[in-house]
């Protein structure tokens, strides 16, 4: 089992910055994708962002320009850098950790103030 612990959502003004953090425990493999979805009431779980761990990143076409993944590997971490947030960034984002299986985090509230 994997535990997925997320931290660093809040309330952002639009044009405002933030920074999710997400930490992996348990039984962790070397080779896995860590990354990002977010979901809003009525709606599907949406990706924002993904990392493998040799680096290869995947973005969604909205966030590219706004939004950065970064892992640190040793800490077990991966990182959300959202910039420019938009009122439709608004949503809960769950954490991703994927190697034969995907597990999830519980989620991380972002809420953004126009």
């Known amino acids: 089992q994997v535990q997925l612990v997320e931290s660093g959502g809040g309330l952002v003004q639009a044009g405002g910055s933030l920074r999710l953090s997400c930490v992996a425990s348990?039984?962790?493999?070397?080779?896995?994708?860590m990354g990002w979805y977010r979901q809003t009431p009525g709606k599907q779980r949406e990706l924002v962002a993904t990392?493998?761990?040799?680096?290869?990143?995947n973005y969604a076409d909205s966030v590219k320009d706004r939004f950065t993944i970064s892992r640190d590997n040793a800490k077990n971490t991966v990182y959300l850098q959202i910039d420019s947030l938009k009122p439709e960034d608004a949503a809960v984002y769950y954490c991703?950790?994927?190697?034969?299986?995907?597990?999830w985090g519980q989620g991380t509230q972002v809420t953004v103030s126009s």
């Open positions: 348990g039984s962790l493999l070397s080779i896995n994708t």
């Open positions: 991703l950790y994927s190697t034969y299986r995907d597990f």
């Open positions: 990392e493998t761990s040799g680096g290869r990143t």
